[in-house]
């Protein structure tokens, strides 16, 4: 049974980066693609972007400028940067398997970031 | 971008009931879309996919119809553990993928 976890800061200040890691367990991530999202609380869910295994990701275009998604073979993880944050960007974030650039079969459980100063 | 329009943006109803959800495309998706299930606190969880498929686990009282630009979830016999947000995704053209704004269906 494939299982995602995210980590990372719980509160970020405006103006710096936000940086999550998504550690998989139960399965290698050199297969498949591997995705963020984020649902702002109260409101719906927004794909972030992802990344599969020759390293090769795709962004939403209203994030484009501002994320990174890189991935960790030897670790077994893949992270998120998005840098110059705002209040806007206050959200739960969530790592999935986004199985072959389709839907969504696995989901960690999202992990709540505030950006706040 | 496509847009996807869910409706109603809240639907109250008895256990037991049957309730039919809608998804609208802003120009055709094929068969590329999904449904979820999000109860509070925690992730989303695969329904449907391929417009018509359960998901693994999912109960049959789950189905999934339409193609194009229209389509429904319904399920046919709500139970109590069924009460959740339900949201339709795209996966015909991206980026982005898109959601709906999604359902609730709360008690009656």
């Known amino acids: 049974q494939v299982q995602l976890q995210e980590s990372g800061p719980g509160l970020v200040k405006p103006s710096e980066t936000l940086s999550l890691t998504c550690t998989v367990s139960?399965?290698?991530?050199?297969?498949?693609?591997w995705s963020w999202f984020r649902q702002p609380p109260g409101k719906g869910l927004e794909w972030i972007g992802y990344?599969?295994?020759?390293?090769?990701?795709t962004y939403n275009p209203s994030l484009k400028s501002r994320v990174t998604i890189s991935l960790d073979t030897s670790k077994n993880h893949f992270s998120l940067k998005l840098n110059s944050v705002t209040a806007a960007d206050t959200a739960v974030y969530y790592c999935?398997?986004?199985?072959?650039?389709?839907?969504?079969?696995?989901w960690g459980q999202g992990t709540l970031v505030t950006v706040s100063s | 971008e496509i847009v996807m329009t869910q409706s109603p943006a809240t639907l109250s109803v008895s256990p037991g009931e049957r309730v039919i959800l809608s998804c609208r495309a802003s120009?055709?998706?094929?068969?590329?879309l999904a449904w979820y299930q999000q109860k509070p606190g925690q992730a989303p969880r695969l329904l449907i996919y391929?417009?018509?498929t359960r998901a693994t686990g999912i109960p049959a009282r789950f189905s999934g119809s339409g193609s194009g630009t229209e389509f429904t979830l319904t399920v046919s016999s709500l139970q109590s553990e069924d009460f959740a947000v339900y949201y339709c995704?795209?996966?015909?053209?991206?980026?982005?993928?898109?959601f709906g704004q999604g359902t609730k269906l709360e008690i009656k």
């Open positions: 999935a398997r986004q199985r072959y650039g389709d839907y969504v079969d696995y």
């Open positions: 139960g399965g290698s991530i050199s297969i498949y693609y």
């Open positions: 990344i599969y295994s020759r390293g090769s990701a």
């Open positions: 120009q055709s998706v094929s068969s590329s």
């Open positions: 391929g417009a018509s």
């Open positions: 995704q795209q996966y015909n053209d991206w980026p982005p993928y898109t």
